[in-house]
């Protein structure tokens, strides 16, 4: 062991809690190195110093002193308590007036609101299907008349009713196709 | 027939609340105080007082400053017992608030030049005040010899780094352990150790002319 190790476990090696063989190795350096021997003994000594400073006592009233303290926190807490309670009271309250003016608030507005807009029910519209009979496109008998200059009144007939028949097939083509 | 009676009540009744609170550790008196027992307080109150304002005076160096400070200490330890961890030992956590305390009233000390002055002064009058706890069957030159070196160590201690002190003075004066010092301190171990090394060092240096 050198001198720099010893310094370094001194403070355990003074506190008694050093390991058996760390132990022994300090007491033989002590034993071997006159510097470190002193340095140990003047620290040894300085402690002993220390340790036996006469020890001080609290004055006559401290007691005295902390009791009227402690009751004076006492009473600080209490008051605290009271006061804490108080406020949640107060919220309390505060939160049940809000919510019941609120509540008559909206009551007597739906009294005296301005009628609104009334809502009916959707209507669906339908409309009917025409009453019409199947003609197909392709009749040879109004061909035949067409080309053959006979009376009109079929082929009128039959642009009058052009939109709706051209719309009917159509949807007849559609079923169809579906 | 009367004092018969009364012989045996007495002891059927066995130790009184305060002895019982006295044979308690200090985790069990805590609990005791928890439970509503204001009796208890007054126990952690005679357990800790004299130690704490030891601990006090040693770091701060003005008396009547340090009973004003443990009388914080247990005011605090009052109002704030409820939310100790009872996991932990009670002396640490009563060393740490007072500790906490001491290094505050250093810190505020250092900033106001009139508490320092007003310290000064006090001390200054102290040393005017004749000898009134001393040993007065001692010789004259005994009682001066040994007031003499009280105020050399007093002095020395002051003389150490406030860090230093603290440490120095935990182990020393209180004979805790490290784990404790760390602890109160809010230091890792290895710093605990270094410095009470150099504490110790510095404390020999300086006191040494004197012992030797």
Not at chain 2, 87 to 112: D, G, H, M, Q
Request: net charge neutral; aromatic share 8%.
């Amino acid at each position: 062991m050198d001198c720099r190790e010893f310094c370094e476990q001194h403070v355990a090696y003074v506190d008694d809690t050093l390991a058996g063989i760390e132990l022994v190795r300090m007491q033989r350096h002590i034993a071997e190195c006159e510097s470190c021997a002193k340095h140990d003994a003047k620290i040894r000594r300085a402690l002993l110093v220390f340790r036996n400073l006469p020890s001080i006592e609290p004055s006559a009233d401290f007691s005295r002193r902390l009791e009227a303290r402690i009751r004076e926190c006492q009473s600080d807490h209490i008051l605290a308590t009271a006061q804490r309670n108080l406020r949640y009271g107060a919220v309390a309250a505060t939160m049940a007036s809000v919510i019941m003016l609120g509540y008559i608030g909206t009551t007597l507005y739906q009294r005296t609101a301005a009628p609104q807009d009334l809502m009916m029910p959707p209507v669906v519209a339908s409309i009917p299907e025409p009453d019409l009979a199947p003609i197909t496109t392709s009749t040879p008998a109004i061909v035949t008349s067409v080309s053959a200059g006979l009376s009109i009144w079929p082929a009128a007939l039959f642009a009058e009713q052009a939109p709706v028949r051209f719309a009917h097939s159509k949807l007849e083509l559609t079923s169809y196709t579906r | 027939m009367a004092d018969i009676v009364r012989k045996h009540v007495v002891s059927v009744e066995g130790p009184t609340i305060r002895e019982r609170l006295q044979a308690m550790d200090d985790s069990a008196v805590v609990t005791a105080f928890l439970g509503g027992e204001e009796r208890a307080f007054s126990e952690l109150v005679t357990r800790y007082q004299t130690r704490l304002l030891n601990f006090v005076y040693r770091t701060i160096g003005d008396r009547e400053k340090a009973e004003d400070l443990v009388q914080e200490v247990f005011i605090r330890v009052y109002r704030h017992l409820h939310r100790f961890d009872r996991s932990k030992k009670f002396s640490t956590w009563v060393y740490t608030i007072a500790s906490n305390l001491a290094k505050n009233e250093l810190r505020n000390r250092s900033r106001n030049p009139l508490v320092l002055f007003q310290t000064v002064q006090k001390n200054f009058q102290d040393e005017d005040r004749p000898l009134q706890f001393e040993d007065t069957t001692a010789r004259p030159d005994d009682m001066y010899r040994k007031r003499h070196l009280r105020e050399i160590v007093e002095e020395s201690v002051a003389k150490l780094p406030e860090h230093h002190r603290n440490v120095f003075i935990l182990r020393e004066l209180e004979g805790k352990s490290y784990e404790e010092i760390a602890e109160i301190t809010e230091c890792n171990l290895g710093t605990v150790k270094s410095r009470l090394n150099r504490a110790r060092n510095s404390f020999a240096e300086i006191i040494a002319p004197y012992v030797d």
